[in-house]
């Protein structure tokens, strides 16, 4: 008996019952589309993830804070320098590993900044050299970034974020007009720094998504002769409009304020404390060539730092692979828990499969004795009932492969989040692939108990 | 060597402790191209013995042997390739698939043959044209009467091309006429040269089977019941020595 025919009976069974086997499907149906669904949320998320761990340098960056003398060392308090530029130098000099550092200094409370009338405040201003740009990521989109002669000499420039210029100047999305600050001046702390550099604004894909959609609508209204935006009210426009979408670390790029090390030192720190001998840094931040010398170098810029701080370990490392890890664990308890309410609904529908296999084939015992007597052996009719098991069981499957995108779309309604769920065909393939198996496990039990049917007696049974 | 040997066969079933003895040491011969019918009163084992010649059972005891293999020890797939080969089962209430359409119905041995589609359609089309039933492919077995459904149940009996035919009361479920339709179909299948094996307590039918085997108790009668097999008493003694089944020695 071939397999064909064998399918056309189960599809047979299955529209001659058909609310019977839609009920019987509903198992399968919610397994695979949520099996589908979750892990096209947790693929979203994995990603809005990861793009935010590479926004901030990804796992090669490693940033090196002065902390507190240790307990051990408490005798050597006063030896502690904190970070300092020789360190950077140092570290420069002896370690290979390295691609770049870049030495940063921030105020111990975020400076005010006043411009156009207002003023916002940014834990992210930092003095910096301009090998920062690079290190984080940073693009200039208008002006320029500042060199290494405004950072000699201490000019009062500064590079924003334009988080910092719609603090300042108003979002371009809100007021309908894109400001770029340039030559404007902002007040740090009350010392006016003039604007030379606004990065690019940092988004993850999805909203930049969004945005683009966004502008492609106002451009259809524009061009339908409709109220300028500008001149017309501005609306929120539901769940994506508003807000601090993306992800923190987007959302923190885009606050950022780089002036001048030099600068930063000589204008806003030294006057406002005491002077030490070394202007003491925040922090570096260290580039490794390869990830993975990550520990290699992470040994070598401690020697090198243990020595030139005289023993003193008055410094620490931070690293993004906590970051990394916490993502990584996050991905996998979400496909856990996704995977775990999924094989629960493939169960129970595996289940149900099973049952109304039983019944099907207590309906048909006859039919069964009937098929035996002409010729069928016990594979034919094991066959057979495996098959209608996987036929059911397969439609259910095809069935939740579509619901699962309409599953995604009220899961986005009910609940918008930033990352856009990422529905992989690896996915689909892998929820049908587990219905199939399921099918096939649900029919094994009621296809052994056709199979070995006694013909005689079945051929009596009425 | 006769198409069908049964040696000393027995078949007992167990009933809570009790010992039923369906068929209790039955030897016989039958050759290929024979029209035979199994006659006897009700529960006396024609059906039991119609099972074990049918591929449907093996027998507890003795040897059978069909068309020279041995049987009586095959396994379950063994019986059903026999049955699907060499075998072709006519029942008293037809046991036509209630889903499947007349055409569908007489294909089905030939699934299981594992013939493809165009071969099947074309058998199972000469197969209800040999019975008159060519007019009526796509009803289902509701649509049809009884004499009708019994057709196509003998077309799809006879589409594998089988050595032997049985037909446990074929015309039980039939009115008179009917049956006596039924059993001229029978009789010509018969007269084609197949080996025709009816059972039945119908004295009319048995009557028309040069050859009557009477089983008594799960034996084969030594006397063929004038009665039961449809003759006069005086034919009775006129066929005594021919036409009823003696053991061999
Ligand atoms: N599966 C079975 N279990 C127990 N007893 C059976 C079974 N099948 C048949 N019998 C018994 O065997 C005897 C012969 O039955 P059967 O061959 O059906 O008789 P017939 O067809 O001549 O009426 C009867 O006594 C019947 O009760
Ligand atoms: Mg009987």
């Known amino acids: 008996m071939n397999l064909w025919n064998a399918m056309e009976v189960g599809l047979k069974e299955i529209w001659a019952h058909k609310f019977r086997s839609l009920l019987t499907m509903l198992g399968i149906i919610l397994g695979v589309s949520s099996l589908v669904a979750m892990s096209a949320m947790v693929t979203g998320m994995e990603k809005g993830a990861r793009e935010a761990l590479v926004a901030v340098g990804g796992l090669q960056k490693v940033r090196v804070e002065g902390q507190p003398v240790p307990p051990d060392q408490r005798h050597l308090r006063d030896f502690a320098r904190g970070v300092t530029l020789s360190d950077v130098y140092a570290i420069q000099g002896s370690v290979p590993e390295i691609e770049d550092v870049s030495p940063e200094m921030r105020l111990d409370t975020p400076p005010t900044l006043t411009a156009n009338g207002k003023f916002t405040r940014t834990f992210m201003t930092s003095g910096v050299w301009p090998v920062q740009l690079e290190m984080m990521e940073h693009k200039v989109e208008h002006g320029r970034m500042f060199n290494e002669v405004d950072d000699e000499l201490a000019r009062s420039v500064c590079v924003i974020g334009t988080g910092i210029r719609d603090d300042l100047w108003g979002d371009p999305e809100k007021t309908g007009e894109e400001i770029i600050p340039l030559g404007k001046t902002i007040s740090v702390n009350g010392y006016p720094f003039t604007v030379v550099g606004m990065f690019e604004h940092y988004e993850s894909e999805q909203e930049h998504r969004e945005r683009q959609i966004r502008k492609a609508e106002e451009a259809k209204r524009i061009a339908a002769g409709q109220t300028n935006s500008a001149a017309g009210p501005r609306r929120d426009r539901g769940w994506n409009g508003g807000g601090r979408r993306g992800g923190f670390a987007f959302w923190i790029k885009n606050h950022t304020v780089y002036l001048p090390l030099n600068t930063m030192w000589v204008k806003l720190v030294s006057g406002v404390t005491n002077v030490p001998a070394e202007p003491r840094l925040s922090n570096l931040e260290i580039k490794i060539r390869d990830v993975q010398n990550l520990n290699l170098a992470l040994t070598e810029i401690r020697n090198v730092l243990m020595i030139n701080h005289h023993g003193v370990e008055d410094f620490a490392f931070r690293t993004q692979e906590d970051w990394a890890d916490q993502i990584n664990l996050y991905i996998k308890n979400a496909r856990l828990s996704g995977g775990l309410i999924s094989g629960i609904s493939l169960l129970v529908g595996g289940i149900g499969i099973m049952n109304i296999m039983l019944a099907s084939i207590s309906e048909r015992i006859r039919e069964i004795g009937i098929r035996k007597a002409v010729g069928a052996g016990g594979v034919d009719v094991f066959v057979q009932i495996v098959v209608e098991s996987v036929v059911i069981a397969m439609i259910g499957g095809a069935v939740g492969l579509v619901t699962s995108l309409g599953l995604l779309q009220l899961i986005a309604f009910v609940s918008p989040t930033d990352n856009a769920p990422i529905v992989t065909l690896s996915a689909m393939a892998f929820a049908f692939g587990a219905s199939v198996l399921v099918g096939v496990l649900a029919g094994l039990f009621p296809a052994v108990k056709a199979a070995r049917m006694n013909v005689i007696q079945a051929l009596r049974y009425d | ?249």
Request: with cysteine.
């Open chain 2, 1 to 249: 060597m006769a198409l069908l040997e049964l040696r000393d066969v027995r078949k007992v079933y167990h009933l809570g402790g009790e010992e039923i003895r369906a068929l209790d040491g039955i030897t016989l011969n039958i050759d290929g191209g024979e029209f035979v019918s199994i006659i006897g009163p009700s529960g006396s084992g024609k059906s039991t013995l119609m099972h074990i010649l049918g591929c449907l059972d093996t027998p507890t005891h003795g040897t059978v042997t069909l068309d020279g293999t041995p049987i009586q020890q095959a396994s379950a797939r063994e019986l059903a390739r026999m049955r699907n080969r060499k075998i072709g089962f006519v029942f008293q209430f037809f046991n036509l698939l209630p889903k499947l359409n007349v055409v569908q119905n007489v294909e089905l041995p030939m699934i299981y043959a594992g013939l493809n589609g165009h071969q099947r359609r074309e058998k199972a089309l000469k197969a209800l044209e040999a019975v008159q039933m060519g007019h009526r492919l796509k009803n289902r077995p509701s649509q049809l009467s009884g004499g009708q459904q019994q057709r196509v149940a003998i077309a799809r009996a006879l589409v594998n091309d089988p050595k032997i035919i049985f037909a446990d009361e074929p015309t039980g479920n039939l009115d008179t006429h009917t049956g006596e339709i039924i059993l001229e179909l029978f009789r010509s299948l018969s007269k084609q040269g197949r080996t025709v094996i009816i059972v039945t307590h119908n004295p009319e039918i048995a009557a028309v089977t040069p050859r009557r085997i009477e089983i008594r108790n799960g034996k084969i009668a030594d006397r063929v019941d004038a009665r039961l097999a449809g003759l006069e008493k005086t034919a009775l003694l006129s066929h005594s020595g021919h036409d009823t089944t003696i053991a061999p020695a």
